[in-house]
């Protein structure tokens, strides 16, 4: 390959990999050190912190409404997974036929996905509205979607699965249009029904692609805070709450930054460890 | 096949009504903000308002600053894309062509950089940005946002940069160009059009930037619109034919750039994630 250890190619790596790291790596790494500090409003720009080892999450692990908000969080998560897997691939199947417009109509449902996550907050909390909303309406009964705290945290997951599903469905999409016709056209031949080709060719090919999606649904909505900050601030009584939120009331709301700090560390881990997996599933498709 | 044939009107009607119902919160929130302050609180509910009317525009307009609000989305969003762009070219372009274990490493530690929630980010920023003099400036949500949207181009713009011919780069540098003017003269023009898909969709994540917004700028006359929007329905009652009129403005820029680009938006999100 001519040039390619030209020496321009190492810059252009350099800047946006040194970006990143400046302002991605060290807000993390500068994340966990305060969760091992004593950090105060008096203290917070000084490196001169007291250390107080694994005080904030001793604090935390023995909070109650941690234990509950790290099992909203992963409730909020599996049903997303779930749902938006489910949905999706069902969606995707159904626009994997032919007919006029197809394509056109598939990507339209991604305007949904476009819209800034704080907006489509505050659209779900109007549609969920107790007594004028249209959702309490179609349905006929007077429903406490957020104000209920049994219900707000399957009313947020609602809105999220609508916000996401498009986007995971494209990505389903993209990897059936990947498969190969040649095992469905045997299958046909030998009159495999469309059930059991869906079930032994089908789903086994779509396997890996499923799981790499599963991986993206769970960082991305370990990340929503503008839908749920918007909808319900996390309430009532943190029935709806998950953990970004959960540390950012800390942070900027109790301005306890080693507890929210530590509460965010618990959330780095969860991501962390699935994009490890995305990362070797993503790996491992390539190779094959 | 002629029966598939004959279904494919009928599929065509279901996939529109499927579509049309599912978008429909879309259109419930034109539709709420043409709705005056009387007809938003009827029961039940009209599906069509009855009188359209414009005064919740009006209203936002003149008296909730949706103007200021959105020149500021804009003065954080227009930035984000370019130094996304500019430097999503030059690390894309870079990954796609170098091979080494260097590389590998860079490629992986821009698939996990793009996965931690920017909330979790908010209090180490503020720091930094506090250290750097630079809070209450758009500067500093630009340069946060940025460190979202870039890992997220990277990715994407990786695969796209792959797929120009290195051919025709090794006749340019065969004719006496040097490899900056071969990535200036020959590369990027072919790939102008992933490089608008990216622009569009860091714009898009910028243009709605809230978290940032809402912990590096506490002066309002510089907060964006997400944050305006937000003082709205934060409160227990709201106004709601004035929010989504507010909404409703504040969303015509992201989904007219997405009807424009809609097909190369799908290839262009397909290409990356998966590959």
Redesign the interface.
């Known amino acids: 390959?001519?040039?390619?250890r030209?020496p321009?190619?190492?810059?252009?790596?350099a800047?946006?990999?040194l970006?990143?790291?400046a302002?991605?790596?060290?807000?993390?790494a500068?994340?966990i050190l305060?969760s091992l500090q004593d950090v105060t409003l008096g203290n917070?720009?000084s490196f001169a912190r007291p250390f107080v080892g694994l005080d904030n999450y001793r604090e935390v692990l023995g909070d109650p409404d941690f234990r509950k908000v790290l099992l909203n969080s992963l409730l909020f998560v599996a049903a997303n997974v779930i749902a938006q897997l489910g949905i999706g691939l069902a969606v995707a199947l159904?626009?994997s036929?032919?007919?006029?417009?197809?394509?056109?109509?598939?990507?339209?449902?991604?305007?949904?996905w476009?819209?800034?996550?704080?907006?489509v907050?505050?659209?779900?909390?109007?549609?969920f509205?107790t007594?004028?909303g249209?959702i309490n309406?179609a349905i006929g009964s007077p429903v406490h979607w957020l104000a209920d705290p049994s219900l707000s945290l399957a009313s947020v997951t609602i809105a999220n699965v609508?916000f996401g599903m498009p986007?995971s469905m494209?990505?389903i999409?993209?990897?059936l249009t990947g498969i190969p016709l040649e095992p469905y056209e045997a299958a046909a031949l030998d009159g495999a029904g469309p059930v059991q080709r869906f079930r032994y060719i089908t789903l086994p090919a779509l396997r890996p692609?499923l799981l790499?999606?599963a991986c993206?649904i769970t960082?991305y909505t370990?990340?929503a805070?503008?839908l749920i900050?918007?909808m319900t601030?996390g309430g009532p009584l943190d029935s709806s709450n998950v953990l970004?939120?959960f540390?950012?009331q800390f942070?900027?709301q109790q301005f306890r930054?080693g507890i929210?700090?530590a509460i965010?560390t618990f959330?780095?881990f969860i991501?962390?460890a699935?994009?490890?997996l995305?990362?070797h599933t993503?790996r491992r498709?390539?190779v094959e | 096949m002629i029966l598939a044939r004959r279904r494919a009107p009928l599929l065509t009607l279901i996939a529109v009504a499927g579509v049309a119902l599912y978008l429909f919160p879309i259109y419930w929130m034109f539709i709420s903000g043409l709705k005056d302050s009387a007809e938003i609180f009827a029961n039940p509910p009209s599906l069509f308002p009855r009188a359209p009317s414009l005064a919740a525009f009006q209203h936002v307009f003149a008296r909730e600053n949706v103007l200021r609000y959105l020149r500021n989305s804009l003065a954080i969003a227009v930035p984000v894309t370019l130094l996304t762009v500019a430097m999503g070219a030059c690390g894309g372009y870079a990954l796609s062509r170098l091979r080494s274990r260097l590389v590998d490493a860079a490629l992986f530690a821009v698939l996990m950089l793009q996965v931690f929630p920017d909330a979790l980010l908010a209090t180490p920023m503020f720091i930094i940005f506090k250290f750097l003099g630079l809070l209450n400036t758009f500067a500093a949500v630009i340069l946060a946002t940025t460190s979202k949207t870039l890992a997220f181009a990277l990715v994407i713009l990786r695969p796209m940069f792959r797929q120009v011919p290195i051919e025709l780069e090794e006749a340019s540098l065969v004719d006496g160009c040097n490899r900056f003017q071969t990535f200036r003269r020959i590369v990027l023009p072919i790939m102008h059009i992933p490089l608008i898909v990216v622009g569009a969709l860091s714009f898009v994540q910028a243009y709605g930037q809230f978290v940032y917004a809402l912990t590096l700028l506490s002066r309002q006359e510089l907060q964006p619109a997400t944050v305006g929007i937000y003082s709205f329905v934060g409160a227990e009652y709201a106004d709601w034919n004035r929010v989504m009129a507010f909404s409703s403005v504040f969303v015509v820029p992201i989904l007219v750039l997405f009807l424009a680009l809609q097909r190369r938006i799908v290839a262009g999100l397909t290409a990356g994630a998966l590959k």
């Open positions: 390959m001519v040039g390619s030209s321009l190619l190492f810059v252009f790596l800047i946006p990999i970006y990143l790291l302002l991605v790596a060290f807000p993390v500068y994340n305060m917070i720009t159904f626009f036929q032919r007919f006029p417009g197809v394509h056109f109509l598939r990507g339209l449902l991604l305007a949904a476009m819209l800034p996550a704080l907006v907050g505050a659209l779900w909390k109007w549609l509205a007594q004028y249209v309406f609508w986007f494209i990505l999409s993209a990897a692609a790499a999606v993206l960082i370990m990340r805070f503008d900050f918007a601030g970004p939120l540390s950012y942070t900027f930054f929210g700090a965010g959330a780095f991501v962390f699935v994009a490890l995305y990362v993503l498709e390539a």
